[in-house]
């Protein structure tokens, strides 16, 4: 039955809820290997052997909300904060361009000290220095009218995770202030204003079931995503969340395949956060069909004080050591880091 389901998922793109829930809560390994062999499939139909890179730039760790699961937490008073110029962004673009980056992403929290204006700035500015490199943005919710002045700056894509499309879940994880509704509203803005528009959600986040998976790929179905972006849940020390139990690659791993099936075009990084718990999680990941990955380019003295999730990896590390580094490890697996913007197949941005 559970390989019925996937046959299915494969030929019409989408199941039921109930069909759902079925197949995520009665996988096993004869359904898992069979679903990695679809994916590939796909992955392999639709971009070859190609791995996107995209140069990761964690601009400031400032944020003015206070999600549980999250390092760097209004509350959380203990973590080292700082903020990148304007200035030293560039020079981590001007690197990463070197390199071969042909995206960039600009990640931080929730940070009223770059106002609109600096925002603006800062994305033209680059822009304006590497016309032929794709912008990212990741920096929380905002207003229609502050997504749309950023696009027209130049930001090509925006990546915000919903992290979970079930309410009363989504209120377990977040404080208050915060709803799944806005959330939503923000992605289907984006959208609507015309960015490549990312999100994503956490896997085995603390009380979360098959039936909130579900609701995960029904949300995801509806939006229509050209990227999603999903990792384990791994817990922070200075969190709430500190002792909860952490989601497991193999789970990870079963939704990256899933995502593929459903929306068979889809970027999908193999995340940081995979390679965090597994020293081959993103080997593992991209041969799940996943087909993006995101070293830093962020300098070193500030990559260790970025932290969402407790032992992130390559916090040392250069970023020509990142990239030489996961070159070699998708060389390893039979897959190529390509020099390229990586677009979502298709995809034409109306400006």
């Known amino acids: 039955m559970i390989l019925e389901l996937i046959d299915k998922l494969e030929k019409q793109h989408q199941l039921t809820r109930e069909e759902w829930i079925r197949l995520i809560a009665g996988r096993d390994e004869e359904s898992t290997a069979y679903l990695f062999e679809k994916a590939r499939y796909w992955q392999h139909k639709y971009f070859g052997n190609q791995v996107y890179s995209r140069g990761l730039i964690e601009f400031t760790n400032y944020c003015k909300n206070?999600?549980?699961?999250?390092?760097i937490r209004r509350s959380n008073r203990k973590a080292e904060r700082y903020r990148l110029t304007k200035e030293q962004i560039l020079e981590c673009c001007k690197t990463g361009y070197t390199?071969?980056?042909r995206t960039f992403v600009l990640q931080g929290g929730e940070d009223g000290w770059f106002t609109q204006e600096k925002l603006e700035d800062i994305v033209s500015s680059i822009?304006?220095?590497?016309?032929?490199c794709a912008l990212t943005l990741s920096i929380g919710e905002r207003s229609f009218e502050s997504y749309?002045?950023?696009?027209?700056?130049?930001?090509?894509?925006?990546?915000?995770?919903?992290?979970?499309?079930?309410?009363n879940h989504y209120r377990k994880l977040h404080p208050p202030e915060l709803s799944p509704e806005n959330r939503k509203q923000c992605l289907r803005n984006l959208k609507e204003i015309g960015y490549q528009t990312g999100t994503g959600f956490m896997v085995g986040s603390p009380g979360q079931t098959p039936e909130q998976l579900a609701e995960d790929m029904m949300f995801i179905h509806e939006l229509q995503p050209h990227m999603v972006g999903i990792g384990p849940f791994v817990p922070h020390h200075e969190t709430p969340f500190?002792?909860?139990k952490g989601g497991t690659v193999e789970l990870t791993l079963f939704m990256i395949g899933l995502l593929r099936l459903m929306q068979p075009k889809l970027l999908l990084p193999s995340t940081t956060a995979l390679g965090t718990i597994d020293p081959l999680g993103r080997e593992k990941g991209i041969r799940a069909g996943a087909n993006v990955v995101?070293?830093?380019l962020s300098p070193t003295?500030?990559?260790?004080?970025?932290?969402?999730?407790?032992?992130k990896i390559c916090t040392g590390d250069e970023a020509a050591e990142c990239r030489m580094c996961l070159n070699r490890r998708m060389e390893g697996i039979g897959y190529e880091l390509v020099t390229d913007r990586g677009d979502y197949p298709d995809y034409n941005k109306n400006k």
């Open 294 to 296: 995101m070293p830093n």
């Open 127 to 132: 822009k304006e220095c590497y016309p032929d």
């Open 242 to 244: 500190a002792k909860e």
């Open 99 to 101: 390199l071969g980056f």
């Open 301 to 311: 003295t500030v990559r260790k004080k970025y932290e969402l999730y407790d032992n």
């Open 66 to 71: 206070d999600c549980y699961y999250c390092g």
């Open 148 to 167: 749309k002045r950023l696009f027209e700056a130049g930001a090509d894509r925006y990546l915000l995770r919903h992290e979970t499309a079930e309410n």
